[in-house]
C-alpha cells in the first residue's frame, strides 16, 4: 500500500503515511510514529492534532514499560472509510449475478424495493406547501445522501435539479433499472412532472432533470 493509491482526499502527504502507518499496524505512539516515518515526534504531533480535529485519529492512554502511560494513537471509523473500497463494483457483480440467475423482474424487485424504502424515509421531511419548498427540501435529503445537487428555477416557471455527483453510478451501469426508479421517486415525493434532460450514464457532466408544477 503506497500513499499515492490510498486516498482520494486532499491532504498533506506526512498524513497520509500516518493513516497508512496506523491501519497497517494498528495503535502507535507518536515516537513510534515518528521513527517509523524518520521525521521528528514534534512533527508527527502536529499533524496527530490536525488529524484528530478531522475526526480521523483518536488516543487512549496506555501502559507500554516502566514510566508513564503513553498516549496510543488509532485510526477512527471515519478514517477507515477514507481507504478504498469495492462495494459499488461488489454490488454490481452481485446484482448481474441476480439478473442472470433470476431475470430482469428480480432486479425490477430489488429497485421497486429500494424506492419505496427511500420515499419512506423521505417523504416525512418532504411536506412543503408548494413546489419550490419540496424541491428545496428533496435538495437537502440528496446533498446528505452525497449526490451534490442544486436547483434553480426558470424563466418559463419551470425547474431544473441538478446532481452533479451519483454515488451509485457504477451500480447503474449494470442496472439503469436504477435510474429509472430514481425519477419514478421524484415524481411521486415532488407530486409534479419530472423528465430527465442529462445523463451521466451516457457521458454527461451530470444529471439534470426538468420539474414542472402538474397541469
Known amino acids: 500500500m503506497t500513499t499515492s493509491d490510498v486516498f482520494t482526499i486532499q491532504m498533506p502527504a506526512t498524513r497520509r503515511r500516518i493513516l497508512i502507518a496506523l491501519k497497517e499496524q494498528g495503535g502507535l505512539t507518536a515516537d513510534e510514529l515518528a521513527s517509523l516515518l524518520g521525521i521528528s515526534s514534534v ?9 484528530e480535529r478531522d475526526q480521523l485519529v483518536d488516543h487512549e ?13 488509532r485510526l477512527t471509523e471515519t478514517a477507515h472509510h477514507v481507504f478504498p473500497h469495492n462495494y459499488d463494483q461488489l454490488a454490481s457483480h452481485i446484482l448481474g449475478a441476480i439478473k442472470e440467475l433470476f431475470g430482469e423482474e428480480a432486479i425490477n424487485r430489488i429497485f421497486e424495493h429500494r424506492t419505496k424504502e427511500l420515499a419512506q424515509s423521505y417523504r416525512p421531511q418532504i411536506n412543503g406547501g408548494n413546489l419550490p419548498d419540496r424541491l ?26 441538478h446532481q452533479y455527483h451519483c454515488p451509485i453510478l457504477h451500480v447503474a451501469e449494470g442496472c439503469s433499472e436504477a435510474c429509472a426508479h430514481e425519477l419514478a421517486l421524484f415524481v411521486d415525493l415532488l407530486d409534479a412532472e419530472v423528465t430527465r434532460q442529462s445523463y451521466q450514464l451516457t457521458g454527461d457532466d451530470q444529471c439534470t432533470y426538468q420539474i414542472r408544477p402538474r397541469r
Do not use: C, F, K
Open 61 to 73: 492512554q496506555a501502559q507500554r514499560g516502566m514510566g508513564r502511560p503513553s498516549y496510543i494513537y
Open 136 to 161: 428545496e427540501q428533496l435538495t437537502q435529503l440528496r446533498e446528505a445522501d452525497g449526490y451534490m445537487p442544486a436547483w434553480e428555477e426558470q424563466e418559463d416557471g419551470t425547474y431544473v435539479l
Open 43 to 51: 512533527a508527527v504531533r502536529r499533524h496527530l492534532t490536525n488529524l
